[in-house]
């Protein structure tokens, strides 16, 4: 073979599993038909954190009332939308050039163009217009991600109606934005766009916004983060029949279609609209063909070891998908942790990834953080399965810190098995709460039960405290004896 291992797709799960092979010893070349970094480096998580960065010091500095309490004064505030635009491409320059140099670093061969599987452990790959060359790998990693779904009906002008792909070089700040869908893109982008002097209208489909979310966490993330702010929204509704970009002086138009009744509701005229509605797998000439594997809705399946299966189910062997192209997880530290397992099982090591210990945050102001299940999926196990789920709660208005910082909106919430003491999911709504959350994935990750977790301190004071007070709080049966190492069934 010419490589140990080839990857399809340097975004940050190709990037992940390209670092730890050659840390293995593995001769490994990573496939590239676009820019290094993939979505999040450049058009994802990187450039949209610059952009909430300033929202949140903006959304400080307007908050009069939160200065004053600080006993601080400011007299005038504002931006300038070019700089705020810059800050967020050069961070995604620079980020993309790191990658670029670790890779270089370490030995990995970067190949340019786009590539395809044309037969059992052989990829071709070629720029268009120049002769396509073909290597053999003794593995291949699929590491192709997603791009931005967009329902039928909808025409993307990239300038009054476009995705997060244009929403994320500002070009413009429009005084009326309608969201279309309420998750992570479209929560953060109401974030930034409110604190930039937008009003925002969001249109989701389903009965409630962030259903993604645990509801109880949702229903106080609404009361924060869009009551508060100058945001309405349609619950409910389809925006998928008919949106029409702005001309000729005319607005965007945005047909609202009711989600069970299928009629039209009401026509929406707004100055631009950001289409937030999830994303598509980018798997569509790979060359699946060649090797028997079917998509599911361009999704192309695997099993628990992210090993690709064939359209007869069979796994295909030496063959792996990671990231968002195979939807399991479309977040950017599950496609490389799914690449490192994988070169873990290659390096002669099984590995199973827990998907219930991968955190996930949405860096709003304040943020939400969650791992593992929310509270009506722990209750529907422990029907299933037959045990008992308790609830605990902490405020940060009860943490010193976030008192200190004037900043005690927010819960932490968590779900555990009284029995045993083990952590089913864990929600927080607060500052920092992107950063607070590791402690219980990690606790999840190497089955580390509440008896343990009750013992361990925390200095003060620190927001972490918030967690320490959640553990603390926690009522484990006395009298069961379990092995605190014992690990967590995924
Ligand atoms: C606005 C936004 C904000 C986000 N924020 C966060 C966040 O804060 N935290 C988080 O965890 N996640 C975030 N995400 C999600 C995150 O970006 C993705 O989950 C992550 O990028 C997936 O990584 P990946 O490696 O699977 O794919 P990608 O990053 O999409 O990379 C795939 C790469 O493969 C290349 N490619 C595709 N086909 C071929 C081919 N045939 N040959 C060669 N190359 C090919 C592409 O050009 C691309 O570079 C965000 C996403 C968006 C859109
Ligand atoms: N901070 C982060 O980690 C972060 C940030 C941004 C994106 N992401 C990732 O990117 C992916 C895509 O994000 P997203 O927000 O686009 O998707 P999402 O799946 O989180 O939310 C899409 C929302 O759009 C609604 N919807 C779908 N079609 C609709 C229609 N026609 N009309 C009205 N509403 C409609 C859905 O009900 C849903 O609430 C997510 O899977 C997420 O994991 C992560």
Known sequence: FDYDLVIIGAGVGGHGAALHAVEEGLKTA????????????????????????????????????????????????????????????NLASKIRSNLTNSMKAMGVDILTGFGKIVG???????????????????????????????????????????????????????????????????????????????????????????????????????RVLINTRKIDYHTGVFASKKIT???????????????????????????????????????????????????????IPVDERMQVTDADGNVVPNLFCIGDANGKLMLAHAASAQG??????????????????????????????????????????????GFEVSVVKTSFKANTKALAENEGDGIAKMIYRPDTGEILGVHILGLHAADLIHEASNAIALGTRLQELKLAVHAHPTLSEVLDELFKAAKVNSGVSHSVNEPVAA
Request: glycine share 10%; net charge negative; proline share 5%.
């Open 340 to 385: 490192i397992s994988v070169v873990e099982q290659i390096s002669g090591r099984d590995h199973i990834l827990n998907h219930l210990s991968i955190p996930a945050a949405c860096f709003t102001h304040p943020e939400i953080s969650m791992v593992g299940l929310t509270e009506p999926q722990a209750r529907e196990k422990a029907d299933n399965e």
């Open 30 to 89: 990573i496939i590239e038909g676009d820019v290094v970094g993939g979505t999040c480096v450049n058009r994802g998580c990187v450039p949209s954190k610059a952009l909430l960065a300033v929202s949140g010091r903006m959304r400080e500095l307007h908050d009069e009332h939160h200065m004053k309490s600080l006993g601080l004064q400011v007299s005038s505030t504002g931006y300038d939308r070019q700089a705020v635009a810059d800050h967020a491409n």
């Open 245 to 299: 970009p702005a001309k000729d002086g005319k607005p965007v138009l945005i047909e609202l279609i009711d989600a069970k009744t299928k009629e039209h509701k009401e026509t929406l005229e707004v100055d631009a609209a950001l289409i937030a509605t999830g994303r598509a797998p980018f798997t569509s000439g790979l060359g699946l063909e060649n090797i028997n594997v079917v998509t599911q809705r361009g999704f």
């Open 120 to 222: 059992k452990q052989k990829v071709r790959y070629g720029k268009v217009g120049f002769p396509e060359k073909e290597i053999t790998a003794k593995n291949i990693i699929i590491a192709t991600g997603s791009v931005p779904f967009v329902p039928k009906g909808i025409e993307i002008d990239g300038k009054t109606v476009f995705t997060s792909d244009h929403a994320l070089k500002l070009e413009s700040v429009p005084d009326w934005i309608a969201i279309v869908g309420s998750g992570y893109i479209g929560l953060e982008f109401s974030d930034v766009y409110t604190a930039l002097g937008s009003e925002v209208t969001f249109v989701e489909a389903l009965d409630q916004l962030m259903p993604g979310f645990d509801p109880e966490i949702a229903k106080l993330a609404q």
